[in-house]
């Protein structure tokens, strides 16, 4: 491999760098949190948690955790000065309501034509949905992060048509992976950057649908912020 | 003169015809912040049967909801994310058969919720059009969109937590623990809270659920 995939730091560092001064942003459960960890300089966005927290901080500090004052998660957290606390029906309201610019998911599956697939597996689990489905139908903007570009068994998260149970319809603007920036427009993926010394076809061979390559493609490079 | 309050937990489910077999109850909280947990216990020490438990998630541990359900007191719950990492007690009799579930997209649940608390039957939302959860519901178009139609939950009784109330009944709350209880207190027939302090009054500019829609209250003192 002449090429080295991207930490989810990296990830994360890359995505930050797409959000715009300004921006009211929801970061999900898991690895999109990773994105509160690399601010740009200059640059202010104001986090979003669905349980109801504008402003949202870093966790606190050991010893100095709140119960009344938790994030999407369930995980303590702090609020930051501007922030402000609310019911439920208005912070889905500003979901529901488009005020949030930019939400940003994990995924099982994304299809070329921005169909999600990020709430069900198979198996005999009692399902769960959180607010992924008033995020993606709601926000201005949905972004997807892949740890990896395929899942480990192989198989392919970007598809041409997704097989899981759908979180919504054509709702996926962008996907950041461990290898590429990939837009999702009327004509299917198209690859913005691309990591250093990977080929568009190895690209292709780990996609499950039609890529094209942007004019101006970038290259990504791992453990730094360009 | 108008008094809320009352002395005991003993006293809050005191002569509520609300509290019965098959009732549907709305219980605030989000994960372990603003869970009503006294009202929860004194609740399931009525031995209810057969009850549907409208609330974010499923309980986790043997507390709160999760000993609710352990007491065989819920048929079926209503709920956006009854698994994590803690829901062994819902999980198990779900896996059993024991409890019927209907799963909600979370901002769908608390529109259901504020609409049943605003006289609105149903609305259109986005959210979920085209997916299993909107399997078997009406839709619309709108300019172009798609959107599902939602019906308004009302239930018979709601459980909620909040920080300061006044004889009154007018409400604060602390912090994410506010989540769904202002909305709750709005759609059932009977409001119980529980509340860490009495105060005199609670300024009128802070008040964020007003009296109008409480019906009872205990102090519960601080967590």
Sequence with gaps: MNYQPLSAEDIARRVARDIPNGAYVNLGIGMPMLVADHPVPGREFVLHSENGLLGMGPAPAAGEEDQDLVNAGKQPVTILPGGSYFHHADSFAMIRGGHIDVSILGAYQVAANGDLANWALPGPKPPAVGGAMDLVAGARQVWVMLSTHVAKDGAHKLVARCDLPLTGLACVDRVYSDLAVIDITPHGFVVTDMVAGLSLEELQAKTGAPIQLADGCRPLRANRAA | ?223
């Design chain 2, 1 to 223: 003169m108008i008094d809320k309050r009352v002395g005991s937990l003993a006293d809050i489910v005191a002569d509520c015809p609300d509290l019965r077999d098959g009732a549907t109850m709305l219980i605030g909280g989000f994960g372990d912040a603003g869970v009503p947990e006294k009202l929860i216990d004194t609740v399931r020490d009525l031995g209810l049967r057969d009850l549907t438990v409208v609330s974010n998630n499923a309980g986790s541990g043997d507390y709160g909801i999760a000993a609710l359900l352990k007491a065989g007191c819920v048929s079926r719950m209503v709920c956006s994310f009854p698994r994590s990492a803690g829901s062994v007690v819902f999980e198990a009799l779900y896996a059993a058969g024991k409890i019927e579930l209907e799963i909600v997209p979370q901002g769908t649940l608390a529109e259901r919720i504020r609409a049943g608390g605003a006289g609105i039957p149903a609305f259109y939302t986005a959210t979920g059009y085209g997916t299993p959860l909107a399997a078997g519901k009406e839709t619309r178009e709108f300019e172009g969109r798609h959107y599902v139609m939602e019906r308004a939950i009302r239930a018979d009784v709601a459980l909620i937590h909040a920080r300061t109330a006044d004889r009154w009944g007018n409400l604060t709350y602390p912090k994410t623990a506010r989540n769904f209880n202002p909305i709750m207190a709005m759609a059932a027939a009977t409001t119980l809270a529980e509340v860490r302090r009495f105060v005199d009054t609670v300024p009128p500019e802070e008040v964020v659920t007003p009296g109008i829609f409480v019906t009872r209250m205990v102090e519960v003192g601080e967590r």
